[in-house]
């Protein structure tokens, strides 16, 4: 489960701003707080804030940091850093999460140079119950330093890391957590104590999923026969009119004309190796576009099968594709997975969560959520501008933060409870009468109202050339004068 997230001049974030799940003393809705000896964590997390605040630039973060850990430097990474301020280029920027993996607290973080792409430094400890650091290793490539820490104590294994991190110091685009977890299938079976270090890469790749509006979910593969009643049942609870799905054969030939030859090949590719490599059926492969889902695998003679879903509404004898659904329930279907028990231990970041939804919709995804949050440890952390979730008051005070923007066009965190709201004072009524204090988008109203007048005075403008071209008869010099003096009394006004 998550714990804390830090950033530090990356986007929009300049200074370190750290983003929370700890749970505070809120009392409402305690079921749904995930609490053992040490801490006490939130399960969802709803940011709100004007546009241009921040808050894609958050989740973008969590995409960084997944992304340098499972594949490396990302596209256009160069310039990533805080720009308002030109002499961050030379700054490192820093990124530091905090897990709870099998009870323990583990801290990983590392600081990259943007501009040129070198990693500066990289750690993983343990937070104890003391609030010690246990260490597992520091990198450091300034002084090309690496050190394995006291956390391990065979000394085999220790020597391994050892030999490995030296050799890493040669490289500074990859991460050591990505170097040490790559080839090494063998080291991890002959020194178990090292999973540690398996177990942190891991839930990058399998424990968190990060959504930005462009993309895709993971959701879809949950759509197996086993789970479809439960699927159709949900979705029609939630009022799409849906009432029933089925899993459809596609023939191979349709779907070649779609997809380009290099795409089809690799799948094929990926598949066989799959096959040759596990002892049971491998599971398929998801292609997905916007409006297209496809699921292709290898029967036992190795003859490809691809399949899709269709749906029906009120009449189940009728079956609609997905192209033919409304991009609100393409979007529920994308989300359908945060509502299943199949997603326990996982964490979702979803940027603008209410996308193409009817916000009563949004609410019931929300609501459900958090129905289900005291039976299992799955964490949603959501941003939106659907302040009608902060009116349905399902939230509780340490589930929502706001992310502001100051003069200097820095993002700051600001989790409600720093507000120290009065019990009876309801943070929907809290955000309009200015309580909560640069919350809501700001506007110029000077110039807001200079606009608007010079808006009116084109438009007058232009009325007035329309209509002497259709009333030629009118005498040109009382014209000229009437429409003039108007304009130039709007003009004063």
């Given at each position: 489960?998550?714990?804390?997230?830090?950033?530090?001049?990356?986007?929009?974030?300049?200074?370190?701003?750290?983003?929370?799940?700890?749970?505070?003393?809120?009392?409402k809705?305690?079921?749904?707080?995930?609490?053992?000896?040490?801490?006490?964590?939130?399960?969802?997390?709803?940011?709100?804030?004007?546009?241009?605040?921040?808050?894609?630039?958050?989740?973008?973060?969590f995409?960084?940091?997944?992304?340098?850990?499972?594949?490396?430097?990302p596209?256009?990474?160069?310039?990533?850093?805080?720009?308002?301020?030109?002499?961050?280029?030379?700054?490192?920027?820093?990124?530091?999460?905090e897990?709870?993996?099998?009870?323990?607290?583990?801290?990983?973080?590392?600081?990259?140079?943007?501009?040129?792409?070198?990693?500066?430094?990289?750690?993983?400890?343990?937070?104890?119950?003391?609030n010690?650091?246990?260490?597992?290793?520091?990198?450091?490539?300034l002084?090309?330093?690496?050190?394995?820490?006291?956390?391990?104590?065979?000394?085999?294994?220790?020597e391994?890391?050892?030999?490995?991190?030296?050799?890493s110091?040669?490289?500074?685009?990859?991460?050591?957590?990505?170097?040490?977890?790559?080839?090494?299938?063998?080291?991890?079976?002959?020194?178990?104590?090292?999973?540690?270090?398996?177990?942190?890469?891991?839930?990058?790749?399998?424990?968190l999923?990060?959504?930005?509006?462009?993309s895709?979910?993971?959701?879809?593969?949950?759509?197996?026969?086993?789970n479809?009643?439960?699927?159709?049942?949900?979705?029609n609870?939630?009022?799409?009119?849906?009432?029933?799905?089925?899993?459809?054969?596609?023939?191979?030939?349709?779907?070649k004309?779609?997809?380009?030859?290099?795409?089809?090949?690799?799948?094929?590719?990926?598949l066989?190796?799959?096959?040759?490599?596990?002892k049971?059926?491998p599971?398929?492969?998801?292609?997905?576009?916007?409006?297209?889902?496809?699921?292709?695998?290898?029967?036992?003679?190795n003859?490809?099968?691809?399949?899709?879903?269709?749906?029906?509404?009120?009449?189940?004898?009728?079956?609609?594709?997905?192209?033919?659904?409304?991009?609100g329930?393409?979007?529920?279907?994308?989300?359908?997975?945060?509502?299943?028990?199949?997603?326990?231990?996982h964490?979702?970041?979803i940027?603008?969560?209410?996308?193409?939804?009817?916000?009563?919709?949004?609410?019931?995804?929300?609501?459900?959520?958090?129905?289900?949050?005291?039976?299992?440890?799955?964490?949603?952390?959501i941003?939106?501008?659907?302040?009608?979730?902060?009116?349905?008051?399902?939230?509780?005070?340490?589930?929502?933060c706001?992310?502001?923007?100051?003069?200097?066009?820095?993002?700051i965190?600001?989790?409600?409870?720093?507000?120290?709201?009065?019990?009876d004072?309801?943070?929907?009524?809290?955000?309009?009468?200015?309580?909560l204090?640069?919350?809501?988008?700001?506007?110029?109203?000077?110039?807001?109202?200079?606009?608007?007048?010079?808006?009116?005075?084109?438009f007058?403008?232009t009325?007035?050339?329309?209509?002497?071209?259709?009333h030629?008869?009118?005498?040109?010099?009382?014209?000229?004068?009437v429409?003039?003096s108007?304009?130039?009394?709007?003009?004063?006004?």
């Open positions: 489960m998550l714990i804390k997230f830090s950033i530090e001049n990356y986007l929009s974030f300049n200074q370190k701003q750290t983003f929370s799940m700890e749970a505070g003393k809120t009392r809705y305690s079921d749904r707080i995930y609490k053992d000896k040490q801490l006490k964590l939130t399960k969802c997390e709803a940011i709100f804030g004007a546009n241009a605040s921040g808050k894609s630039n958050l989740t973008e973060a995409d960084f940091i997944q992304t340098m850990v499972l594949n490396g430097l596209n256009g990474f160069t310039n990533k850093y805080f720009r308002q301020n030109p002499s961050n280029q030379s700054k490192p920027s820093s990124f530091e999460i897990l709870l993996l099998d009870g323990k607290r583990m801290v990983y973080g590392f600081s990259i140079l943007l501009k040129t792409g070198s990693i500066q430094s990289e750690y993983l400890y343990e937070l104890t119950t003391n010690l650091h246990k260490l597992l290793f520091t990198r450091n490539l002084d090309a330093s690496f050190v394995v820490g006291d956390y391990f104590q065979d000394s085999n294994g220790i391994k890391l050892e030999m490995y991190g030296e050799d110091i040669a490289d500074s685009e990859l991460l050591f957590l990505s170097i040490i977890n790559h080839g090494k299938a063998k080291m991890y079976e002959d020194t178990p104590e090292l999973k540690i270090l398996k177990k942190v890469y891991y839930w990058f790749g399998k424990h999923t990060v959504s930005n509006p462009n895709i979910l993971t959701g879809y593969p949950y759509f197996s026969n086993s479809l009643t439960e699927i159709a049942n949900l979705l609870a939630l009022g799409t009119g849906i009432s029933d799905l089925k899993i459809v054969e596609v023939p191979v030939e349709i779907i004309t779609k997809i380009p030859d290099k795409l089809f090949n690799k799948i094929i590719s990926d066989e190796k799959r096959k040759a490599k596990s049971t059926a599971s398929p492969i998801m292609l997905r576009s916007y409006k297209e889902f496809y699921t292709f695998e290898l029967n036992e003679e003859d490809l099968i691809i399949k899709t879903i269709e749906f029906s509404h009120e009449k189940k004898s009728i079956y609609f594709n997905l192209k033919e659904e409304s991009d329930t393409a979007r529920l279907l994308d989300l359908i997975e945060i509502l299943l028990k199949v997603s326990d231990d964490i979702f970041v940027d603008e969560i209410d996308r193409c939804l009817h916000p009563a919709m949004t609410t019931r995804i929300i609501e459900l959520f958090l129905q289900m949050a005291s039976e299992r440890n799955t964490q949603l952390i941003t939106s501008h659907e302040s009608r979730l902060l009116a349905a008051e399902i939230l509780r005070n340490d589930e929502i706001f992310i502001l923007k100051n003069s200097d066009g820095e993002s965190l600001n989790p409600l409870e720093k507000y120290q709201l009065r019990a004072k309801k943070v929907y009524a809290a955000m309009f009468d200015g309580t204090k640069n919350v809501l988008p700001f506007y110029n109203k000077e110039k807001y109202k200079i606009f608007l007048h010079k808006t009116e005075c084109k007058l403008q009325t007035y050339a329309k209509t002497m071209s259709l030629k008869t009118v005498d040109k010099a009382h014209s000229d004068a429409g003039f108007y304009i130039k009394m709007v003009l004063e006004s």
